[in-house]
């Protein structure tokens, strides 16, 4: 089985940060890279206040918060020509991933993997855009990245068992719990979690209760630590939008139709929590 010593992280945003502040944190050398240098700066600051926080619960020792500090910023890709593995943390926008996963194909030595933090697009359409289908993965982190333990490892229809045993060795290496999931579209979570989220905003939409009271049904009713509408804030409305588009185009299945409240909600910029206003004020 391959050693992954070297990991370079494409996308500084929210999940990108997290994903790197947990390589660096386990002992791997990471480079973090985006085209926005300003993006970088906001990522370097988050994953400072992250690290500090969880070392001061005790979580994180001095030496991985030493680590987390040594992750490298690029603002291009050519820390990709070194590296044994890419995790792709780019927007949710299939077009984008498959032509960054040519990019990455045509820089990365002929060893390393590469992987894609997609929460829905079809790892094996991310493989037909390289030459290295079978060293294609998902490796599907859940936010916040340095708190939640599941990672989705997702097996596109040409990714070699080699690969996926690597990468199922590598989570639990980072302290995660990897679950092997089919190469289908919203795989486990988000095929089971999106649709409720939908309905959640449906309902208000309908004026069925506030969006208060529906949080609070499902959080005392259900027992869930977030309601639902605050829980697709912390998602991002954008991004909760584009998983249920691929869900609805995947399946050809109307359940899955995303409801126009919350299509209105991203066309005037309202995405929740990263914008400061979705459901709820921030």
């Known amino acids: 089985m391959m050693n992954i010593e070297k990991i370079v992280v494409v996308g500084a945003g929210q999940m990108g940060a997290g994903i790197a ?42 030496a991985q918060v030493a680590g987390v500090h040594r992750i490298d910023l690029a603002a291009s890709l050519d820390a990709v020509k070194q590296c044994d593995l890419v995790i792709e943390a780019v927007s949710e926008d299939s077009l984008l991933k498959q032509q960054l996963f040519g990019q990455l194909d045509a820089l990365a030595p002929p060893h390393a993997l590469l992987s894609s933090n997609t929460s829905s697009i079809s790892i094996t359409q991310l493989g037909k855009a ?5 060293q294609v993965i998902g490796m599907h982190f859940f936010n916040p990245v340095p708190i939640m333990q599941p990672v989705e490892v997702v097996r596109g229809e040409h990714t070699s068992d080699e690969t996926i045993a690597c990468i199922v060795q590598l989570a639990q290496t980072l302290g995660k719990t990897p679950v092997v999931v089919k190469d289908s579209p919203g795989f486990i979570s988000n095929r089971v979690l ?37 829980l697709a804030d912390l998602i991002g409305l954008d991004t909760l939008l584009a998983i249920l588009e691929v869900l609805h185009r995947g399946f050809g299945d109307d359940k899955f139709a995303p409801a126009p409240l919350l299509r209105s909600m991203v066309a005037e910029g309202k995405l929740g929590r990263k914008a400061g206003r979705g459901f709820y004020e921030y």
Not at 27 to 51: C, H, K, P, W, Y
Not at 130 to 134: E, G, M, P, S
Not at 211 to 230: C, F, Q, S, V, Y
């Open 21 to 62: 502040q947990v390589a660096a944190a386990h002992g791997f050398a990471v480079t973090l890279s985006d085209v926005s240098e300003a993006q970088l700066d906001r990522a370097r600051n988050v994953i400072s206040d992250s690290a500090a926080r969880l070392q001061s619960k005790g979580r994180l020792s001095e």
């Open 194 to 230: 999106c649709p409720m989220l939908n309905e959640a905003i449906y309902a208000l939409q309908e004026g069925i209760a506030t969006r208060e009271g529906i949080d609070t049904i499902m959080k005392l009713g259900m027992n869930h630590p977030m309601g639902p509408l605050a």
């Open 130 to 134: 390289t030459k290295r289908a079978a």
